[in-house]
T-cell receptor, first 111, second 115 residues
Framework: DQQVKQNSPSLSVQEGRISILNCDYT??????FLWYKKYPAEGPTFLIS?????DKNEDGRFTVFLNKSAKHLSLHIVPSQPGDSAVYFC??????????FGTGTSLTVIP | DVKVTQSSRYLVKRTGEKVFLECVQD?????MFWYRQDPGLGLRLIYF???????EKGDIPEGYSVSREKKERFSLILESASTNQTSMYLC??????????????FGEGSRLTVL
């Protein structure tokens, strides 16, 4: 059973606009959430994270929002740039040990 | 910078062959992981290790084994490769204690095709 779900396999956004990537989870025990970015033929790289005691974490153009009651998190990228085109995976963990990944959302930023 | 190196980027093997995928990290990380990535399924954990000679099963360990004889090296073994093991294999490592729990450092991946 998929404990972390990304229901949108792909997303296209115009350059300069906001990209919103969504992620839902089922296990209320998850206490740490992360987003990874993956370019073709490369391994995923860590992008941003959030602890379950927070509802927002911001790092430059990237902001992650956590809604624990809805078991939902989202990644906002603003403004979107063509170099942001990649596959984005959300991940969740309990005590930072085993991590559960979503299926990924392929973001295309159109120049 | 942390570097996780996977020995082979591309491999083609035949059904029934024994396959070794090697992974080395250079930052003295305690934790190491093997994932496979398949379209529509995301990253699924095969095995992980918190210390030398320790190993734990992940979500899909069937058909795989691992070896961690040294802290920096974590090997994934397919005892008898099958076509359903055709996939992208990703190795990752992390610190046991970190201000950013869950920050994994991934290798570039090994794309295995089993004919």
């Amino acid at each position: 059973d998929q404990q972390v779900k990304q229901n949108s396999p792909s997303l296209s956004v115009q350059e300069g606009r906001i990209s919103i990537l969504n992620c839902d989870y089922t296990n209320s025990m998850f206490d740490y959430f992360l987003w990874y970015k993956k370019y073709p033929a490369e391994g995923p790289t860590f992008l941003i994270s959030i602890s379950s005691i927070k509802d927002k974490n911001e790092d430059g153009r990237f902001t992650v929002f956590l809604n624990k009651s809805a078991k939902h998190l989202s990644l906002h990228i603003v403004p979107s740039q063509p170099g942001d085109s990649a596959v984005y995976f959300c991940a969740a963990s309990i005590t930072g040990n085993q991590f559960y990944f979503g299926t990924g959302t392929s973001l295309t930023v159109i120049p | 910078d942390v570097k996780v190196t996977q020995s082979s980027r591309y491999l083609v093997k035949r059904t029934g062959e024994k396959v070794f995928l090697e992974c080395v990290q250079d930052m003295d990380h305690e934790n190491m992981f093997w994932y496979r990535q398949d379209p529509g399924l995301g990253l699924r954990l095969i095995y992980f290790s918190y210390d030398v000679k320790m190993k734990e099963k992940g979500d899909i360990p069937e058909g795989y084994s691992v070896s961690r004889e040294k802290k920096e090296r974590f090997s994934l073994i397919l005892e008898s490769a099958s076509t359903n093991q055709t996939s992208m294999y990703l190795c990752a490592s992390s610190l046991a204690e970190t201000p950013t729990p869950g920050e994994l450092f991934f290798g570039e991946g090994s794309r295995l095709t089993v004919l």
